[in-house]
């Protein structure tokens, strides 16, 4: 094959290629589709006439042709053995055709410089690449201007045009070739790719600088990446250029096409700059009357219709309606068949029900419950209601007259769905005849058809009308009532009922003969109601109207010494109450985690369970309470319309979708930027669940240090959960990126916020599970957020959880033993990670326990060995770090404890001074466990203790005869 593949170069002889192997090697070019080339040189049939300098040209253009006579063009240069080598090529103008960024594609082959004979002083083993932008025309730089400026020298004129390049980077060969590999006919061919943007002008120029290498530019290829025209869902959506930054996102709205219409909202796609569609938003589907069929919309067929944009197809009509012409819309009723605007469009065509059937009457007293069976004859449909009509029959045959409007119907008149109803208040021994009416939906439409009833005629009992009061006494007073006009059958008995005003919901009802009796065993000075009813053979009648009446106003001696303690005793109690309840908050919070007074500028607390609660704080509602998942999401988070959300970038990859960022511009508040989850395409009911889980717990939290929930998009497609956009991205990426950048008080700010937001959770009755400085989010301020709430009950989400040999993706490295053995979560548990968060945050970012197995980190901590201190650790945090990892769970600090204790570190910054002895910060070997309390102790104090330090000791044996013996039942005290 060709002769070129040997030269000279300094006198000595350099194998540099032999490059029609190297274009062997290229093999056969195809192009992706959303790539646009700008310049292949491979794709040049004449020469390339690029710009060397210096102007007798080191860099060399060599043309030949490849296996199959295609001609190619490459340029060599190899100045190894000279020294400060300054070679530049330049391309010609390159149009950008609009494209805001680039992408450069080389391929080259160079000189391993240990292989060189003598060489290596001098020889470089990398080449520079630089852009140059202009809109050509007078700004641009001609072909050879590089070399002719006028007046000047051409070293000078060189370093003007050289100064106006722009460096794109420095490229270096993944694979050098040598002399051997010549022989062994390896080719070692090196593909690099670069981006350039955003470009703002028509077109630019690149440039390679060599500076002393032996390099064979094979082929540079400059292209563009596009979103090629697509179609989806009936919506076009036109080529279109990604946007000049590197994770821009560019929204487009489709057109529907072929008979469709936008569904809900117009269809909308996002142009990533890699030349992908992502994030389709709404779609086109087929207008009524027609249905897609292989990705047309095709007319409905003569007894088919479509009437919804939801529905997919076409579909028969339903029972009792036609549709006579093709692309019908709705289907018309036969004869006698009705439909309402509210039935839904694949409803049967209905008629009127037939009458309710069995109707019985029961009275008691004044009232008369009705019951009847359901009408044989529904009309098909399940709307079937029942009116009343009550009427008196007036005595001597003066016929019938609706009742008066203090008659009530239980539960109402008209527009029952049971088979029954109660009619009270009526008048006392009187005849009453009802019509009882089934109707339907559809009964208006058909009143030209009669009204079906059934009639039922009733007499009602009577009533005792007026209660008097006789003699009264502080205890007892004379009732007396006048028999009723016109009992229906002989007074068997009367019944009193009483009980004292505004206690109705106990009374008392005693029984007599007579129509008067002394009611006993009343209170002094109080008032009680009455009401009196008589029973015949028929039954009750009923209870006369509520009678007040009041005993008389006189105490005895021991009755009011008996009240008299009563008050003193009350009055104690509430001292001693209000005693204790003021040492509590005299006495300020208790740290809990150290022994040293409280701080008096501290919260007001209050107990609850044994640990402290911030005033206010609700209990977490677990979402599996509901049965219906949807109404959790809506009971907890609002919902959006996506109308006022721009997606913007991608700034990540969620279990469930693309984790996005853009502006929130709800009506009437100001804009803020927010991150988006969406939920991809495709999904199952399951996991729309799952996903809008997270939502569910999210929108529950409200405090500074947990990440809050903004909204969801349930309404329309994709499903979305909007939150706090937090600009730093997840703590453990954020630490790796900032190692060593911060100060000890600022990472021990951090720790604290996580503490705080750990506290409120666990006061709020919530278990994480899955604390790690991956799930903690931080914002610009450095403000640590507590995330992830997605399925923090099972852990799907996380990478970090394994399947554990009892079922259950568990994160091994930050999960308490004895969640890992029998899946113990708790707080106590949330402590252990946060210990592991601790120790992440100190180590800016490691990994915990490094690249150790799972299995060789549980044996680990089941034998006592725990990490070491990180590098440059206050021993202080170490300390509390040692004692979240407490094997007992119960000695473990509790996040108020803990939020505590970095409030007093932070305050006292001396106390971070003292650094982890140098024997706990063996490289990366653990160190065993020696139960580390320091100066931070747990609550272990006794009541008596407690009071003593109070100065309440004196109330000791009172607090333990009132079974109050450990401090845990003091804190569970209530007001009351
Ligand atoms: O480490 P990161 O940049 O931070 O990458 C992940 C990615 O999305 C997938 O979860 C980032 N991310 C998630 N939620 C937010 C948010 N609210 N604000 C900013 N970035 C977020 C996370």
Known sequence: MPSRSLWSCGGARLVAWTWVWSVALLGARSIPA??????????????????????????????????????????QVCRVMEQNQNNWLHTNWILTEGAQRVFIELKFTLRDCNSLPG???????????????????????????????????????????ESRYIKIDTIAADESFTELDLGDRVMKLNTEVRDLGPLTRKGFYLAFQDLGACIALVSVRVFYKRCPFFVKSLAEFPDTIPGSEASQLVEVVGHCVNNSLPLYEPPRMHCSTEGEWLVPIGKCVCQPGFEEI?????????????????????????????????????????????????????????????????????????????EWSVPTETGGRKDVRYNILCRQVLPEGRGLEECGPNVRFLPRRVGLSNTSVMVADLQSHTNYSFLLEAVNGVSELAREHAKQYVSLNVTTNQAVSVVRKGHTEKSSIALSWAEPDRPNGIILEYEIKYFEKEQDSSYTIIKSKETEMVVEGLKPSSVYIFQVRARTSAGYGAFSRRFEFQTSPYLTATSERAQASIVAVAVTLALVLLAVVAGFLLSGRRCGYSKAKQDPEEEKMHFHNGHIKFPGVRTYIDPLTYEDPNQAVHEFAQEIDVSFISIERIIGAGEFGEVCSGP???????????????????????????????????????????????????????????????????LDTFLKKNDGQFTVIQLVGMLRGIASGMRYLSDMGYVHRDLAARNILVNSNLVCKVSDFGLSRVLEDDPEAVYTTRGGKIPIRWTAPEAIAYRKFTSASDVWSYGIVMWEVMSYGERPYWEMSNQDVIKAIEESYRLPGPMDCPEALYHLMMDCWQRERSNRPKFDEIVCLLDKLIRNPSSLKKLVNSSHRVSNLLVEHANVQGDCNTLSQTVGEWLDSIKMGRYTELFMEGGYSSLETVAQMTSE
Request: proline share 5%; charged share 25%.
């Open 664 to 730: 929130l511009r709800l009506p009437g508040k100001r804009e803020i930027q927010v991150a988006i989850k969406t939920l991809k395409a495709g999904y199952t009911e399951q996991q729309r669940r799952d996903f809008l889980w997270e939502a569910s717990i999210m929108g529950q939290f409200n405090h500074p240090n947990i990440i809050r929930l903004e909204g969801v998009v349930t309404k329309s497609k994709p499903v979305m959960i909007i939150t706090e956009y937090m600009e730093n991205g997840s």
């Open 34 to 75: 959303n790539e646009v080339n700008l310049l292949d040189s491979r794709a040049v049939m004449v020469d390339l006439g690029w710009v060397a300098y210096p102007k007798n040209g080191y860099w060399e253009e060599i043309g030949e042709v490849d296996e199959n006579y295609a001609p190619i063009h490459t340029y």
């Open 119 to 161: 060489g290596v002083g001098t020889c470089k083993e990398t080449f520079n690449m630089y852009y140059y932008e202009t809109d050509g025309g007078e700004d641009e730089m001609e072909e050879g201007e590089m070399r002719d400026g006028p007046g000047m020298t051409e070293e000078e004129d060189r370093a003007m045009k």
């Open 294 to 370: 292989s990705g047309f919309c095709q007319v409905c067929s003569v007894g088919f219709y479509r009437s919804l944009l939801e529905s997919l197809t076409c579909s028969k009509c339903p029972p009792h309606s036609v549709a006579r012409q093709t692309g019908a819309t709705s289907c018309t009723c036969e004869d006698g068949y009705y439909k309402i605007d509210s039935d839904p469009s694949n409803m049967a065509c209905t008629r009127p029900p037939s009458a309710p059937r069995n109707a019985i009457s029961n009275v008691n007293e004044t009232s008369v419950f009705l």
